[in-house]
């Protein structure tokens, strides 16, 4: 819900917010979604419309297209992912995720293109993953960006 509420022509003030409202998904079914479809996924992440990419020393993302006023920004967006507070929603509690949850959330997507399965071990103790790969010596082909 992207709004704009201008009452200056009554001498007030112009409010502009970027609300969440949640809504029973018509979309509930027997097959879970795969991890792709929030890890590595800027619409599911509240980013919007645009391109990820993983490949830098930070996830960075390019809007398809930018909101006025806020280049950083989509047009069709919630959050962005150098947003100083998460998306607020339209209930009490209900955010996007925060700068650093969106961090942690990108940087498995980074690992899910070869690393595919739910069971794969490189999940089972995902911080310890992360370690052992910085440390060298796995026989992992991913090659961290400097
Ligand atoms: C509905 C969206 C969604 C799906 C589907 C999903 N994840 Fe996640 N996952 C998240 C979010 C959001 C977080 C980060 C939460 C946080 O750190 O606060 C997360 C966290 C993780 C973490 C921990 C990262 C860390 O550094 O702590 C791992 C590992 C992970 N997911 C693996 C997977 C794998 C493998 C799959 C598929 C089998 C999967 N996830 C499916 C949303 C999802
Ligand atoms: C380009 C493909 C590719 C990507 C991307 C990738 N890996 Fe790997 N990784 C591999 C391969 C291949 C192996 C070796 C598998 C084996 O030994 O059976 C491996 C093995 C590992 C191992 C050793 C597992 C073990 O128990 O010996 C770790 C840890 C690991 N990867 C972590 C990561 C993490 C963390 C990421 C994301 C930041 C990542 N990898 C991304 C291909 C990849």
């Given at each position: 819900m992207v709004l704009t509420l201008d009452a200056t022509a009554t001498g007030g003030a112009s409010v502009s917010r970027r609300l969440y409202s949640s809504f029973d998904p018509?979309?509930?079914?027997?097959?879970?979604?795969?991890?792709a479809s929030c890890h590595l996924s800027s619409w599911a992440l509240g980013?919007?419309?645009?391109?990820?990419?993983?490949s830098g020393v930070r996830p960075t993302f390019t809007p398809a297209s930018p909101a006025p006023g806020n280049p950083r920004m989509a047009v069709d967006a919630w959050t962005h992912l150098d947003a100083e507070k998460p998306g607020t929603g339209t209930r009490v509690g209900l955010r996007s995720l925060d700068r650093a949850e969106l961090g942690r959330t990108l940087s498995v997507g980074a690992c899910l293109p070869c690393h595919e399965k739910a069971d794969d071990r490189v999940y089972r103790d995902f911080a310890a993953?992360?370690?052992r790969l910085a440390r060298g010596g796995t026989r992992c082909t991913f090659r961290a960006p400097r």
């Open positions: 018509h979309s509930t079914g027997k097959k879970a979604r795969d991890c980013l919007g419309t645009g391109t990820l990419s993983l993953s992360k370690a």
